[in-house]
């Protein structure tokens, strides 16, 4: 099976850098994701990690260490537009994803 | 515009009904999902097809039964609700099982009372 675990809620203010955690076991790897999905709204893709080391995407970046089970999503210049849940999604042996219960990130003036 | 659509956006239904919900892509992606969303926001598959055969099904009552007529749809068939069965149902596709991001459509909110 798997387990995925990342915080429920976190808080920053507009223009500070925050960082949303994800630890996860699974048997067998074969990717992480990240997800942004706003209130009432589909998630969509922010980023994809299968080897470990960081992977940057403009305001964006995620890093992964394979070793450690272990990754993180890093939001730079946070916007009041980045407020939504961040999901953290890992594809194992079944190649299919399984999500974390996701973050819940609220950016404040 | 390529996209994931599902229909219908909303449903609202009573308790022993049976209804399904449509999805179709046309982004030419062979692998497909429904994923559950509970009202803690918690996104959960349920079944994956890939170019129309079913590869996953998770543990899910027997009256959520999926139809793939071809690899752009994939629907999804409820007998009997139960209040339990609300939540949000999201179609997704992918170009291939694995390593390929999602692509969500936008949800369907089904509400039994």
Same mark, same amino acid.
């Given at each position: 099976?798997?387990?995925?675990?990342? /915080?429920?809620?976190?808080? *920053?203010?507009?223009? *500070?850098?925050?960082?949303?955690?994800?630890?996860?076991?699974?048997?067998?790897?074969?990717?992480?994701?990240?997800?942004?999905?706003? *209130?009432?709204?589909?998630?969509?893709?922010?980023?994809?990690?299968?080897?470990?080391?960081?992977?940057?995407?403009?305001?964006?970046?995620?890093?992964?260490?394979?070793?450690? &089970?272990?990754?993180?999503?890093?939001?730079?210049?946070?916007?009041?537009?980045?407020?939504?849940?961040?999901?953290? *999604?890992?594809? &194992?042996?079944?190649?299919?994803?399984?999500?974390?219960?996701?973050?819940?990130?609220?950016?404040? /003036? | 515009?390529?996209?994931? #659509?599902?229909?219908?956006?909303?449903?609202?239904?009573?308790?022993?009904?049976?209804? #399904? !919900?449509?999805?179709?892509?046309?982004?030419? $992606?062979?692998?497909?999902?429904? +994923?559950?969303?509970?009202?803690?926001?918690?996104? @959960?598959?349920?079944? #994956? +097809?890939?170019? %129309?055969?079913?590869? !996953?099904?998770?543990?899910?009552?027997? =009256?959520?039964?999926? %139809?793939?007529?071809? @690899?752009? $749809?994939?629907?999804? $068939? !409820?007998?009997?609700?139960?209040?339990?069965?609300?939540?949000?149902?999201?179609?997704?596709?992918?170009? =291939?099982?694995?390593?390929?991001?999602? $692509?969500?459509?936008?949800?369907? =909110?089904?509400?039994?009372?």
């Amino acid at each position: 099976g798997q387990n995925i675990d990342q /915080p429920t809620e976190m808080t *920053a203010t507009e223009g *500070a850098i925050v960082q949303i955690n994800c630890t996860y076991q699974t048997s067998g790897f074969n990717g992480l994701f990240w997800y942004q999905q706003h *209130a009432g709204e589909a998630p969509t893709f922010l980023s994809y990690n299968v080897l470990d080391g960081l992977e940057e995407k403009g305001r964006f970046s995620s890093f992964l260490s394979r070793s450690k &089970g272990y990754s993180y999503l890093l939001l730079k210049e946070l916007q009041m537009k980045d407020s939504a849940s961040y999901l953290c *999604a890992v594809t &194992g042996g079944s190649y299919i994803p399984t999500f974390g219960r996701g973050t819940s990130l609220i950016v404040h /003036p | 515009d390529t996209a994931v #659509s599902q229909t219908p956006k909303y449903l609202v239904t009573q308790m022993g009904n049976d209804k #399904s !919900i449509k999805c179709e892509q046309n982004l030419g $992606h062979d692998t497909m999902y429904w +994923y559950k969303q509970d009202s803690k926001k918690f996104l @959960k598959i349920m079944f #994956s +097809y890939n170019n %129309k055969e079913l590869i !996953i099904n998770e543990t899910v009552p027997n =009256r959520f039964s999926p %139809k793939s007529p071809d @690899k752009a $749809h994939l629907n999804l $068939h !409820i007998n009997s609700l139960e209040l339990g069965d609300s939540a949000v149902y999201f179609c997704a596709s992918s170009q =291939r099982v694995g390593n390929s991001p999602l $692509h969500f459509g936008n949800g369907t =909110r089904l509400t039994v009372t």
